[in-house]
């Protein structure tokens, strides 16, 4: 099972791959990026989007970052709160079986 896993992402790797080419060829007509504050050289058109891209994911990643630490934090607290429950259980389970008759 675990060799299909990586046969199935070494083939969507290679789609994407490809697809990434045939874009990066399809769009090579060169365009200045004009920002409001300034404008910067001349570059293809597919440099341009694939680094809008870039920079999206990074900064979704970022923005992300803060739910994903409050998420983790939360977890710990309750896999903490979890082994002490579970330890009471069994504390618990102890002494009961050590006053039975």
Same mark, same amino acid.
């Given at each position: 099972?675990?060799? @299909?896993?990586?046969?199935?992402?070494?083939?969507?790797?290679?789609?994407?791959? @490809? #697809?990434? #080419?045939?874009?990066?060829?399809?769009?090579?007509?060169?365009? +200045? *990026?004009?920002? #409001?504050?300034?404008?910067? +050289?001349?570059?293809?058109?597919?440099?341009?989007?694939?680094?809008?891209?870039?920079?999206?994911?990074?900064?979704?990643?970022?923005?992300?970052?803060?739910?994903?630490?409050?998420?983790?934090?939360? @977890?710990?607290?309750?896999?903490?709160?979890? %082994?002490? %429950?579970?330890?009471?259980?069994?504390? *618990?389970?102890?002494?009961?079986?050590?006053?039975? +008759?």
């Amino acid at each position: 099972m675990r060799w @299909l896993k990586g046969l199935i992402m070494a083939i969507i790797l290679l789609v994407v791959l @490809l #697809i990434g #080419i045939l874009f990066a060829t399809n769009n090579q007509q060169t365009v +200045p *990026l004009d920002l #409001i504050w300034m404008q910067l +050289p001349e570059a293809s058109l597919s440099v341009w989007l694939l680094s809008a891209l870039a920079i999206g994911v990074i900064l979704g990643m970022l923005a992300m970052s803060g739910v994903y630490l409050r998420l983790r934090t939360t @977890l710990t607290r309750a896999q903490r709160h979890n %082994q002490q %429950q579970r330890k009471e259980l069994d504390r *618990l389970r102890v002494q009961e079986m050590k006053e039975l +008759p």
